[in-house]
Nanobody, 115 residues
Framework: QEELVESGGGLVQAGGSLKLSCAAS????????MAWYRQTPGKQRELVAS???????VYGDFAKGRFAISRDNSKKTVSLQMNRLNAEDAGVYYC?????????WGQGTQVTVSS
C-alpha cells in the first residue's frame, strides 16, 4: 500500500520553531512533487509548500521567509522547517505526494501554538 506518515507535530510557543517530517512509502518517490498542506480553523485547506522532483519550490504567502521545505530522495522523506510560529499557524498539517494515477495524502499531524 502507498502510505505517507507525518511526524513532528506538537505544542510550540508563539515565536518558536517546529520541524515536521513525512516518511513516504510510495512508488516513484523521486519523480513526484511533494507538498505540505494545512487545515487551520475557519479556512480551506491551503498549500504550505511544495517541492518538485527537480527541486523547484513553491511557498504559500504566509510561509515565505519563515518555512523551508526539503526532500531526501534516498530516504523517501520530505521535511518542513517552521520558524516564528504564530497562533494563525495552528492546525493540522498534511503531507501529499503528487503521483500517477493518484495523489496520496497522509493522515496529518497536529500543530498547536500556545500563547
Amino acid at each position: 500500500q502507498e502510505e505517507l506518515v507525518e511526524s513532528g507535530g506538537g505544542l510550540v510557543q508563539a515565536g518558536g520553531s517546529l520541524k515536521l517530517s513525512c516518511a513516504a512509502s510510495v512508488s516513484f518517490f523521486s519523480a513526484n512533487t511533494m507538498a505540505w498542506y494545512r487545515q487551520t480553523p475557519g479556512k480551506q485547506r491551503e498549500l504550505v509548500a511544495s517541492i518538485s522532483s527537480g527541486g523547484t519550490i513553491v511557498y504559500g504567502d504566509f510561509a515565505k521567509g519563515r518555512f523551508a521545505i526539503s526532500r531526501d530522495n534516498s530516504k523517501k522523506t520530505v521535511s518542513l522547517q517552521m520558524n516564528r510560529l504564530n497562533a494563525e499557524d495552528a492546525g493540522v498539517y498534511y503531507c501529499k505526494s503528487q503521483g500517477w494515477p493518484h495523489d496520496y495524502w497522509g493522515q496529518g499531524t497536529q500543530v498547536t501554538v500556545s500563547s
